[in-house]
């Protein structure tokens, strides 16, 4: 049957697929828009299929708090190539989920996949671009925290961002800079209490072994793998680590000279590259 440019423009517009697949799906269709929506998403979940064992190692890193700076999320919608990840409809569709997720505080990941940018879901949004790229698109990662004040940081890349939660309001300044720095220096805990109990014995046993291959007496061992400890703390814990801006002191010393209560109660950090 003949399939007029016009329905090929309106299917196209309800379904963001290219000119030709919208054609195809009309014809196949014989004209019926329904059916032929459901071709155009079948299709999506066929590439999804074909390429699920692809690596999503680039894409887009997004950072958002809520106007009362109390509530934010960070999600990542990743794909296969940098040209596919700075595409206008790959960044728009980022954009809607980063701000969806927002709105809705999903407690997790199929939380958000759940919900709906139109009469969609997320997961189908995601699998139905995927099959208008031919790349495989994932939602990477995606976190939330609330805190009475929260700020966040997004590289100039697009790949690596940063939220921070505070204990009590702070001048939106300062949290970017502590934003910055996680971002920057990617601690694995705001301090040495609540650092992983896993990562420290993980750390411990690597000096350890380090210690005895350089031969040093075992009655030294433990002593010495403490004091190399103490060094991965002030490198990898965010109240310990040197303040980048200022390179003279900690990044606790900092927030304790612009408010002694204020204290970093959460963060979430991810990037594409690490």
Same mark, same amino acid.
């Given at each position: 049957?003949?399939?007029?440019?016009?329905?090929? !423009?309106?299917? +196209?517009?309800?379904?963001?697929?290219?000119?030709?697949?919208?054609?195809?799906?009309?014809?196949?269709?014989?004209?019926?828009?329904?059916?032929?929506? @459901?071709?155009? +998403?079948?299709?999506?979940?066929?590439? %999804?299929?074909? #390429? %699920?064992? +692809?690596?999503?190692?680039?894409?887009?890193?997004?950072?958002?708090?809520?106007?009362?700076?109390?509530?934010?999320?960070?999600? $990542?919608?990743?794909?296969?190539?940098?040209?596919?990840?700075?595409?206008?409809?790959?960044?728009?569709?980022?954009?809607?989920?980063?701000? !969806?997720?927002? %709105?809705?505080?999903?407690?997790?990941?199929?939380?958000?996949?759940?919900?709906?940018?139109?009469?969609?879901?997320?997961?189908? !949004?995601?699998?139905? *671009?995927?099959?208008?790229?031919? @790349?495989?698109?994932?939602?990477?990662?995606?976190?939330?925290?609330?805190?009475?004040?929260?700020?966040?940081?997004?590289?100039?890349?697009?790949?690596? %961002?940063?939220?921070?939660?505070?204990?009590?309001?702070?001048?939106?300044?300062?949290?970017?800079?502590?934003?910055?720095?996680?971002?920057?220096?990617?601690?694995?805990?705001?301090? #040495?209490?609540? $650092?992983?109990?896993?990562?420290?014995?993980?750390?411990?046993?690597?000096? +350890?072994?380090?210690? #005895?291959?350089?031969?040093?007496?075992?009655?030294?061992?433990?002593?010495?793998?403490?004091?190399?400890?103490?060094?991965?703390?002030? @490198?990898?814990?965010?109240?310990? *680590?040197?303040?980048?801006?200022?390179?003279?002191?900690?990044?606790?010393?900092?927030?304790?000279?612009?408010?002694?209560?204020?204290?970093?109660? !959460?963060? #979430?950090?991810?990037?594409?590259?690490?």
């Amino acid at each position: 049957m003949e399939i007029k440019a016009a329905d090929v !423009a309106k299917l +196209r517009k309800m379904t963001g697929a290219g000119m030709m697949d919208c054609k195809k799906a009309l014809v196949e269709a014989e004209g019926d828009f329904e059916k032929a929506k @459901e071709i155009i +998403r079948e299709k999506g979940k066929l590439v %999804a299929a074909k #390429r %699920a064992d +692809r690596e999503t190692t680039e894409g887009s890193v997004i950072a958002l708090t809520n106007d009362s700076h109390d509530k934010a999320i960070l999600v $990542c919608l990743g794909c296969e190539t940098d040209f596919v990840a700075k595409n206008e409809e790959f960044q728009k569709l980022a954009n809607d989920i980063a701000k !969806a997720a927002l %709105a809705g505080m999903p407690a997790d990941l199929d939380a958000l996949k759940a919900i709906k940018l139109g009469d969609i879901t997320i997961d189908e !949004a995601v699998t139905q *671009q995927t099959g208008k790229s031919g @790349e495989k698109h994932s939602i990477a990662y995606y976190s939330s925290i609330e805190a009475p004040f929260i700020a966040s940081y997004i590289h100039i890349n697009g790949k690596v %961002a940063t939220i921070v939660g505070f204990n009590k309001q702070i001048d939106a300044h300062v949290g970017k800079e502590i934003a910055m720095q996680i971002t920057a220096m990617n601690p694995v805990s705001i301090s #040495r209490a609540d $650092c992983p109990k896993e990562v420290i014995e993980k750390e411990l046993e690597i000096y +350890r072994e380090q210690v #005895r291959a350089e031969g040093k007496p075992e009655n030294m061992v433990e002593q010495i793998a403490n004091g190399k400890l103490n060094k991965f703390f002030k @490198e990898s814990t965010l109240e310990d *680590q040197t303040f980048v801006q200022d390179g003279k002191i900690s990044v606790s010393a900092y927030l304790k000279s612009v408010d002694p209560e204020v204290k970093v109660v !959460a963060f #979430r950090r991810f990037s594409l590259n690490d």
